[in-house]
């Protein structure tokens, strides 16, 4: 399996250069500080991931697109150590894929 930094270096060779994180407003995009509601945007792809030292050392990444087209990345840890805020937003969050 690739690791989390050649995914991330593979998704900004295609277009996904934005850095995303979950607000309480909504999706914040640190390029264009625009602020997007799970209606805004779309999952392409999620990647996970698991600590080769530790089982607990999980994280997933998803390649989002917004409804104006930024693209962009947003990680998380996976499983009990994960941020409850992105988790209930990107639940509500349409996937086109299917991983």
Known sequence: MKTLVYVLGHL???GFE???KVTEQGLSSLTTKKIFQSDEVEVV???RF???SDPDDNAIL???ITN???KG???DAYGIYNDTKITNFMQ?????CTK
């Open 92 to 96: 509500s969050v349409r996937m086109r």
């Open 62 to 64: 998803y390649a989002i």
């Open 45 to 47: 792809h999620f990647y």
């Open 50 to 52: 698991e600590g080769e």
């Open 12 to 14: 900004t060779s295609l």
């Open 68 to 70: 104006d087209r930024e």
């Open 73 to 75: 990345t947003l990680a």
């Open 18 to 20: 934005t850095q995303f």
